[in-house]
């Protein structure tokens, strides 16, 4: 739930969410066994999501707050910049990056990109002020820049 | 809605670092031997003040209870009241020793909440923030696992809750509970559990100190079959009669699921149903069944207990059995 109203910020969208995410577990689960059972369940739940906000954007619908992850969206916005690199070597050298930070900061960056929790969240989380989440976010973001670039990722 | 590459490749990132962001945050305090005695006495103070306030064991499940409540958003008519019996001991644990300290059944369901105190060596080799766990929990009488899990680590103990279901006789004496292998699970590889103590550590449940909340019962027929069904605070418990084999067989499952059946609330509600279908997978904790005789009992199990005051029947494969207070 903690995804769906990150991304959706309404009540409302987010149960709607859950409802047909669950059903999208409950088709997919009997096939397949997952290694983690709240990954798998949360990456359902976060794609349902997605899918909703990007519909309702589209209908000039969607709640209030920025999805995080549009404060990455300066690098690599789409296949014209880097053409040659492949989705899955992104996220090959994404992963190599989260291995590279400190577990804290990694725990700070997973939660606001992938849980997209907003800033007061994490801090509230983890025992942080607001302002240390979000300077370490911002250097975070500018040493992903910079890995991506060592690795032939041009961003 | 602008997602960019970056944001995309986010989405496919390896699921354990998914579930290090997701767990518990458990904070560990340690003391230099100079405020060991201090931090003693303290805790003698506030165990007793605990005592005198009456926070027991059964406090404890209740509270393990409501969290769970919070965090699925279960249903307003679930109770965090745990139907729970005291176990626990004033004795304070002694170093890889461990303790039930609060009990709810309904004698088909058993949540037990276990303390242990692990040895000092072995907290120390525990990686910072890992979480202290055994690498398996099980019991001697053949129920169906439930769940087990750390649920917090206070004072230099651990508490742990262990479920199993679909029980269908109780002992007469007791029940063993056996935790194998104290250790943590590994971040570096999914799945890897490091055990650091081999040694069995067993918690014993006698079962005349259980106290069994309240039923509700009815019966009903489907597709043929006579049903009863029994409501406690803790499951529900579902017997079938002569011609189960069709009737499950014509379910087009192996045996019944939580989706067969629905709650029917006073206000109305039906939980299962419809856009409430979902709360149904929240609300129910697993199944477990077997076969007693010419009928196919089958066992569902709540994951916290719900007020069964507001339960008027259950639907179950679509056939209504309306309940009313076992005599």
Redesign the interface.
Known sequence: ?SIALGILNSRQDADEC??DA?LKI?QAIPPMR???L???I??IV??VC?DR??YL?AKKR?RGCE?P??E????????R?SPDVK?SE??D???GF?ETLE?DV??MF??R???LDSVKMIAS??GFSQSKVKTTLFRTRER?RKYLGERGID? | MKRGRIAEAFGQIDEKYIEEADAPVIRRKRCGKALLTAAVICLIALGTAACAAGISGIYRLKEYFEATRRMYSLPDFTASDGYASELGTDKVLSEGCAEAVSVSSDGHSLYVMIDYRPFEEDLEKLPKDAVGNFRQACDDIGACSGHWDTVSFENGVYTFIFHCLGIDKMPEDGITISLNGFGYRSKDSIGAFETLRDEKVEVYIPVDKLKYPEVKNGEGETEGVKFTAELSPLGVYIRMYDGYEELIEKMGMKFPQVTNVQLCLSDGTVIGDGYDYRKIFGLFAGSGGWVDGDCKCEYFAFSVPIDISQVDSIIFNGEKAELRDAG
Do not use: H, Q
Not at chain 1, 72 to 79: K, T, V
């Open positions: 739930m859950i409802n669950y409950w997952p290694d983690s709240k990954g798998f949360g990456r976060r794609n997605l906000r990007e954007s969607a999805v992850f549009e990455l969206y300066n690098m690599l916005p789409d296949e910049i989705d992104i996220t050298a994404l992963n989260l577990k990694r725990i997973v939660r990109y992938w849980y989380r983890m992903l961003v």
